[in-house]
Nanobody, 125 residues
């Protein structure tokens, strides 16, 4: 199983970025997907998750209203659209996948079975 993130970079505060994640080696339609992040000197923090069917999503309070998770089944890709970025959003962002059904466990660290290597997001003030 391979989980690969892309789309990170440097952006000014107030700007936007869209992260992408692909998962191969498993049937994408069967996977619950999630995003986590780790800021410098801090622990891993859950950001967002989406059910295998796309009908259920959840977001951390710190990103609610600014970030949106979605998935494209034709491209086997999950996205994290990040708007109104703040310097405190600076972190390495990780995508994760799991074959279990969507639930409260998606907020657990580390609840998911499969993880990517991460992509750096830096927000300058």
């Amino acid at each position: 199983v391979q989980v690969v993130e892309s789309g990170g970079g440097l952006v000014q505060a107030g700007g936007s970025l869209r992260l992408s994640c692909t998962a191969s080696g498993l049937t994408f339609d069967d996977l619950t997907m999630g995003w986590f992040r780790q800021a410098p000197g801090k622990g891993l923090e859950w950001v967002s998750a989406i059910s295998h069917g796309g009908g259920a999503t959840s977001d951390a309070d710190s990103v609610k209203g600014r970030f949106a998770i979605s998935r494209d089944y034709a491209k086997n890709t999950v996205y994290l659209q990040m708007n109104s970025l703040k310097p405190e959003d600076t972190a390495v962002y990780y995508c994760a996948a799991d074959r279990r059904w969507f639930g409260t466990w998606t907020k657990e660290v580390p609840g998911f079975d499969y993880w990517g290597q991460g992509t750096q997001v830096t927000v300058s003030s």
